[in-house]
């Protein structure tokens, strides 16, 4: 079924919209949810709270692509999945390395003006992203976005694992320096 038809039965308020975005985007949403927090359950259970954000989320908004906004609800659920699983047992785990890599580029705040800020930002990212070339775009997106481990990415792009840390590496300087260039830093 086409996107727009899914987003429509949101709208209608229709159950056939979850199970048509299940069969449409369960894998991909799972993929991501089970990179990020690395168990199954875990993961499963991102994807059914990413169906019911989605429904309450639907009527206030109309996504143009809806796997783009199903993948940062999962992503972000998965996040704060794994966040709590470390506060509880305080253990390192795969997506907070990958968080701590890029935390030396992306400033941080609380001041009120923040969300403002957060926005201009992922605009900044996503414009720096677009513009990398298609090995380095993959390798940042894998890593960042799908939060792969750089054993997953050097054995999908077949590349050694020191190559995939490196252009990880020139990156990450890269988009330091963007950002400054931005105002953003």
């Not at 727009?4 to 199970?19: E, F, M």
């Not at 580029?105 to 070339?133: D, N, Y």
Request: include cysteine; glycine fraction near 6%; charged fraction near 30%.
């Amino acid at each position: 079924m086409e996107d727009q038809k899914i987003v429509d039965l949101y709208w209608q308020r229709s159950d056939l919209a979850i199970s048509e975005t299940n069969q449409k985007y369960g894998r991909y949403c799972h993929s991501i949810a089970y990179h990020i927090c690395g168990v199954d359950e875990d993961a499963e259970e991102c994807v059914n709270d990413t169906w019911l954000r989605a429904w309450n989320l639907m009527p206030d908004q109309r996504p143009s692509a809806l796997a783009a906004f199903l993948g940062r609800i999962t992503r972000n659920l998965a996040l704060d999945c794994l966040k709590a699983k470390n506060r509880q047992k305080r253990g390192g785990g795969e997506a907070l390395l990958a968080l701590d890599e890029l935390e030396e580029c992306i400033p941080g705040g609380t001041r009120p003006e923040q969300v403002l800020e957060e926005k201009e930002l992922a605009k900044a990212i996503g414009s720096f992203v677009s513009g990398l070339p298609q090995t380095e775009k993959a390798i940042f997106v894998l890593r960042y976005f799908y939060v792969a481990p750089i054993g997953e990415i050097a054995e999908r792009l077949q590349y050694s694992q020191a190559k995939i840390k490196s252009s990880l590496f020139r990156t990450r300087k890269k988009l330091r320096v963007y950002l400054q260039e931005e105002g953003i830093c």
